[in-house]
């Protein structure tokens, strides 16, 4: 099972990014996908996540309104879509998967991807 992670990039404060995070090696037909971020000095924390078996979805109240989780089954790909970003969304974003119904804490997730680094500067 692999997980590619890719999008992130340096942007202005009220800017957008989409994060994609490719899946490989593993059949997406009940399996939650999470984005998580790490920023230094703190813990890992999960942002959104999606079910691939009932395409529920859940925010952090931090981004809610803000970014928008998305699938497309064909590609086995899910996108993190990023608006209005703040100086405090600047992090090391990292996709992770497990089979079942979404979880909210990394120590849930099995499968992880390398990270891509966000940073909102002016």
């Known amino acids: 099972v692999q997980l590619q992670a890719s999008g992130g990039g340096l942007v202005q404060p009220g800017g957008s990014l989409m994060l994609s995070c490719v899946i490989s090696?593993?059949?997406?037909?009940?399996?939650?996908i999470g984005w998580f971020r790490q920023a230094p000095g703190l813990e890992r924390e999960g942002v959104s996540f999606?079910?691939?078996?009932?395409?529920?979805?859940y925010y952090a109240d931090s981004v809610k309104g803000r970014f928008t989780i998305a699938i497309d089954n064909a590609k086995s790909t899910v996108f993190l879509h990023m608006n209005s970003l703040k100086p405090d969304d600047t992090a090391v974003y990292f996709c992770?998967?497990?089979?079942?119904?979404?979880?909210?804490?990394?120590?849930?997730?099995?499968?992880w991807g390398q990270g891509t680094q966000v940073t909102v500067s002016s």
């Open positions: 992770a998967a497990r089979p079942g119904a979404i979880a909210t804490m990394p120590r849930w997730y099995d499968y």
């Open positions: 090696g593993f059949t997406l037909d009940y399996v939650a």
């Open positions: 999606i079910s691939t078996g009932n395409t529920d979805t």
